[in-house]
């Protein structure tokens, strides 16, 4: 197994009118997401081996999102709980294509530590997370017994921690939950906007704000969104522009980047150190179009590039 994701899967209802509020709103589009379930579809589009441990609802939705991932090819190891409904969360779109996320927490929080097998998680050779599933137990215990077995075994450790104010009960509990997911990781993904949100006094010195972070791993990548993303691999650092895309909507962008960044490393044996640094932006370059191509659709999962799309996207802008 190329990759083991844990956390939330869920579904996303997006809207379709953008600029207007989840009040007015009155179309959407029904899609399979969670960060950690998108990047294990994502891996999977690559021609990645990934593995999904989850917990949904015994419900439609559930079902859905055992149907949609598997139809990709995940292995997905999901609990059906008889007691939760399945997680939603619906996505507010600005007319920018920026959005916002309003939860409806269910059966992802019901994630156990007997769904963590140790056999699972020392097979794979990256173990994927966020820091959703940090935010109560069981899920918490379930993930942090994963990271124990990953980091215990040699397992690379991913992560993308996502802030997500209304699911925490004040702001202080959220962020240090977020520092202790990246303490953690040997790969770090982070938005711009989070980890101003961490180490606001560090302002574009990114480096230093993954320090205050508490980042101590490999590879760290910044995404700029649309200005693409900066990074660092020890001392070494760079920043890469992102493709010019119309976009839609930008749900999975993120999940679609940390896919290409990580099937990117396994191409070189996760040996971060022993890569060139040409190469190393290369592997970030396809992150961010990955990223760029996810928000010329609605939905995440629907709108995550094969690796046909993404090449071809790369040799028209001239980076392939």
């Not at 999904?52 to 609990?79: M, N, P, S, W, Y």
């Not at 939603?88 to 409806?104: I, M, N, R």
């Not at 209304?166 to 202790?180: A, S, Y």
């Not at 302002?203 to 490999?218: I, M, Q, S, T, V």
Request: proline share 4%; hydrophobic share 45%.
């Amino acid at each position: 197994m190329d990759v083991v994701c844990i956390g939330e899967a869920l579904i996303d209802f997006v809207s379709r009118q953008p600029g207007e509020t989840l009040v007015t709103a009155t179309q959407y589009t029904a899609a399979t997401g969670g960060a950690p379930a998108n990047v294990a579809a994502g891996l999977a589009k690559l021609g990645r081996q990934a593995q999904l441990i989850a917990t949904v609802g015994r419900d439609a939705f559930g079902r859905k999102i055992e149907r949609d991932l598997q139809a990709l090819g995940v292995h997905c190891l999901l609990r059906v709980d008889p007691d939760h409904f399945t997680t939603l969360a619906f996505v507010k779109q600005e007319v920018s294509g920026q959005h916002e996320f309003e939860f409806y927490p269910g059966a992802h929080d019901y994630l156990y530590p007997a769904q963590v097998s140790a056999e699972v998680v020392t097979a794979a050779r990256i173990l994927h997370y966020g820091s959703i599933s940090l935010r109560t137990d069981p899920a918490r215990a379930a993930t942090l017994a994963a990271l124990r077995i990953a980091r215990e075994n040699g397992v690379m450790t991913s992560c993308d921690p996502n802030w997500r104010p209304h699911l925490w009960p004040d702001q202080e509990t959220g962020l240090n939950v977020m520092r202790m997911a990246i303490a953690r990781a040997d790969v770090l993904k982070i938005s711009r906007g989070d980890l101003a949100i961490l180490a606001p006094e560090c302002g574009d010195d990114f480096r230093a704000a993954l320090e205050a972070a508490g980042f101590r791993g490999k590879l760290a990548a910044v995404t700029l969104g649309r200005d693409g993303a900066w990074y660092c691999a020890g001392e070494r650092e760079g920043r890469v522009p992102s493709p010019s895309v119309k976009v839609v909507e930008t749900t999975g962008a993120g999940d679609a980047f940390v896919a290409a960044l990580l099937d990117g490393l396994l191409a070189y044996d996760l040996c971060i150190e022993a890569i060139d640094d040409e190469t190393l932006r290369a592997i970030v370059q396809r992150a961010c179009a990955a990223g760029a191509l996810t928000t010329t659709g609605y939905g995440a999962i629907p709108s995550l590039p094969d690796a046909a799309s993404l090449d071809a996207l790369l040799r028209m802008v001239g980076t392939r």
